[in-house]
């Protein structure tokens, strides 16, 4: 058993993450003093919603400049969906700049026929390296995604998997050292969110 911190900043699916860990035997501990964080293994970064408004309650919050910190030791760190974009240096939904820990921007997704918008449900994973949660020959690997606006880092090779949307791909997780994100909801995605969990919780140190 781990325990594993979530920030909470106003903005997350803070019940349904708390539930999911806690149903795979972890201990969580929210995150608003990062004092807090000291007993904890790793840090989750959840979100829902708009951009601006959750830079701005992590502003509020004071938390920024100790995530930062934590992603840079090297610790585990997982963030989610809006998590995933807010690490981040810009997005097309606002005008308050992001995290900026990965270089990049978060863009509107394309408006395409027969595609809707926002780009929603259970999608297939498509691993674009080997990855800690996703082997490159994995099929069935259909997660659950709701999001208007997606990730285009400068470094494609952060990519770890992608997902269809018509002719294009948008970023569904990225890695990079002790940093994973997803822009899809692992807990709300059944058994293969729960497997994919419990690989993160298994590359814990």
């Keep these: 058993m781990h325990k594993i911190g979530l920030i909470d900043y106003g903005m997350g699916n803070?019940?349904?993450v708390t539930k999911s860990l806690e149903s795979l035997g972890e201990e969580i501990l929210l995150i608003k003093n990062f004092t807090e964080a000291n007993?904890?293994?790793?840090?989750?970064?959840?979100?829902?919603?708009?951009?601006?408004?959750?830079?701005?309650?992590?502003?509020?919050?004071?938390?920024?400049?100790?995530?930062?910190?934590w992603i840079?030791?090297?610790?585990?760190?997982?963030?989610?969906?809006?998590?995933?974009?807010?690490?981040?240096?810009?997005s097309d939904e606002g005008k308050v700049q992001g995290l900026g820990v990965l270089n990049g921007?978060?863009?509107k997704i394309p408006t395409l026929v027969n595609q809707r918008i926002p780009h929603m449900g259970w999608c297939q994973l498509l691993p674009t390296k080997t990855n800690t949660l996703l082997g490159l020959e994995e099929l069935n690997n259909w997660v659950y995604f709701v999001h208007s606006y997606h990730a285009i880092p400068d470094?494609?090779?952060?990519?770890?998997?992608?997902?269809?949307?018509?002719?294009e791909?948008?970023?569904?997780?990225?890695?990079y050292e002790n940093l994973l994100a997803c822009q899809f909801h692992p807990e709300k995605s059944g058994k293969t969110g729960e497997?994919?969990?419990?690989?993160?919780?298994?590359?814990i140190q």
């Excluded at 959840?46 to 100790?66: E, K």
């Excluded at 497997?195 to 590359?203: C, H």
């Design 14 to 16: 803070i019940h349904s």
């Design 39 to 69: 007993v904890c293994k790793a840090i989750i970064l959840p979100g829902v919603g708009s951009f601006d408004p959750a830079m701005i309650n992590l502003i509020n919050t004071d938390l920024i400049t100790d995530l930062k910190n």
């Design 72 to 90: 840079k030791s090297g610790k585990s760190f997982l963030g989610i969906c809006l998590g995933l974009q807010l690490l981040f240096e810009s």
């Design 105 to 107: 921007k978060i863009h």
């Design 155 to 167: 470094d494609y090779n952060i990519i770890a998997a992608q997902v269809n949307y018509g002719p």
């Design 169 to 175: 791909k948008l970023t569904a997780i990225i890695e």
């Design 195 to 203: 497997k994919l969990l419990r690989r993160w919780l298994s590359n």
